[in-house]
T-cell receptor, first 109, second 113 residues
């Protein structure tokens, strides 16, 4: 099985930067995913890392270190609409996704 | 393009009754998944199908069954519902098991009393 840990909640101010950390222990590794989920809605894909390093997509960046079992999602220039839950998910050796419990980010004006 | 649709949107079900949650995708994706999402536990995989005609068990399969008769449809059946199956159920699909993104349906909120 998988063990995926991420903080439960984070709060930040509009325009600021927030970093959401995710640590994992897996039986096999075939990629790490970040999803965004607004309250009452379905998760939507944000980013995918399979090699070490930083992937940048506009205001969102994701970093992976496979040797440390560590990833982070960086949200820059925060907007009120970024208030949501952010889910870290690891794909194991059998290509199945295991999700962390999610980090609820609240952006305040 | 509809993507993935789920039905019903929500349901209240008496314990002991059976129910089928429907999931249909129009993206011709080979792989489909069923998850349940509970507060504090995140999304957990119930069953999956890598291609039409095949299914597999996920992390929490007990009390649930699935079938994959064709590419588009992946129904989830609760044979005899219990209150612990109260949850939000999400269906997802990806082009293959090694695809880089899973697309999620809007979810079904199920309450078992």
């Amino acid at each position: 099985g998988q063990n995926i840990d991420q903080p439960t909640e984070m709060t930040a101010t509009e325009g600021a930067i927030v970093q959401i950390n995710c640590t994992y222990q897996t039986s096999g590794f075939n990629g790490l995913f970040w999803y965004q989920q607004h309250a009452g809605e379905a998760p939507t894909f944000l980013s995918y890392n399979v090699l070490d390093g930083l992937e940048e997509k506009g205001r969102f960046s994701s970093f992976l270190s496979r040797s440390k079992g560590y990833s982070y999602l960086l949200l820059k220039e925060l907007q009120l609409k970024d208030s949501a839950s952010y889910l870290c998910a690891v794909r194991d050796g059998d290509y199945k996704l295991s999700f962390g419990a999610g980090t609820t980010v609240t952006v305040r004006a | 393009t509809a993507g993935i649709t789920q039905a019903p949107t929500s349901q209240i079900l008496a314990a002991g009754r059976s129910m089928t949650l429907r999931c249909t995708q129009d993206m011709r994706h080979n792989a489909m998944y069923w998850y349940r999402q509970d507060l504090g536990l995140g999304l957990r995989l119930i069953h999956y199908s890598n291609t039409a005609g095949t299914t597999g068990k996920g992390e929490v399969p007990d009390g649930y069954s699935v079938s994959r008769a064709n590419t588009d449809d992946f129904p989830l059946t609760l044979a005899s519902a219990v209150p612990s199956q109260t949850s939000v159920y999400f269906c997802a699909s990806s082009d293959s098991e090694v695809g880089t993104e899973q697309f999620f349906g809007p979810g079904t909120r199920l309450t078992v009393l």
